[in-house]
């Protein structure tokens, strides 16, 4: 096996009763499958349900994200730069980039990164570390 490579893991299949519910004022985060949930060695997957007007921090986050908007239509401020976006589109978040979610309408995502990753909040001097719904 080449020093890169990761022992090979076992196929598994995670039913509704281990996903995690997380709810914050700005949206409901469903961890779908998670490292501390046991399957995946380093990737996380969750699903994001936001309310008509919803808007989460100003944040970053130090390693990469991807979303797929599933419902509705929101819009991703990134780095300054604001893409309105909806069903069946996908954002590709990179680790440092500045980022705001604000939803347009009721809209339902789909996201993946890595389940170690640390967030901080802009204007926090200290990092919150890695989110429930993440971790």
């Known amino acids: 096996?080449?020093?890169?490579?990761?022992?090979?893991?076992?196929?598994?299949?995670?039913?509704?009763?281990a996903m995690r519910r997380t709810e914050t004022p700005n949206a409901v985060m469903t961890t779908l499958a998670s490292p501390t949930q046991g399957p995946t060695g380093r990737i996380s997957l969750w699903k994001?349900?936001?309310?008509?007007?919803k808007r989460g921090p100003l944040h970053v986050f130090?390693?990469?994200?991807?979303?797929?908007?599933?419902?509705?239509?929101?819009?991703?401020?990134?780095?300054g730069e604001v893409h309105r976006v909806r069903a069946g589109d996908?954002?590709?978040?990179?680790?440092?980039a500045v980022r705001v979610v604000a939803s347009v309408t009721?809209?339902?995502?789909?996201?993946?990164?890595?389940?170690?990753?640390?967030?901080?909040?802009?204007?926090?001097?200290?990092?919150?570390?890695?989110?429930?719904?993440?971790g």
């Open 1 to 17: 096996m080449l020093s890169n490579q990761r022992e090979p893991m076992t196929a598994s299949v995670l039913l509704p009763a």
């Open 90 to 96: 996908a954002v590709v978040l990179p680790a440092g």
């Open 62 to 79: 130090d390693s990469e994200q991807i979303w797929h908007v599933v419902a509705g239509e929101a819009d991703f401020e990134i780095d």
């Open 48 to 53: 994001i349900s936001m309310q008509p007007g």
């Open 106 to 134: 009721a809209a339902e995502f789909i996201a993946c990164g890595q389940g170690d990753a640390i967030v901080s909040v802009v204007g926090e001097d200290t990092p919150r570390g890695t989110p429930a719904w993440i």
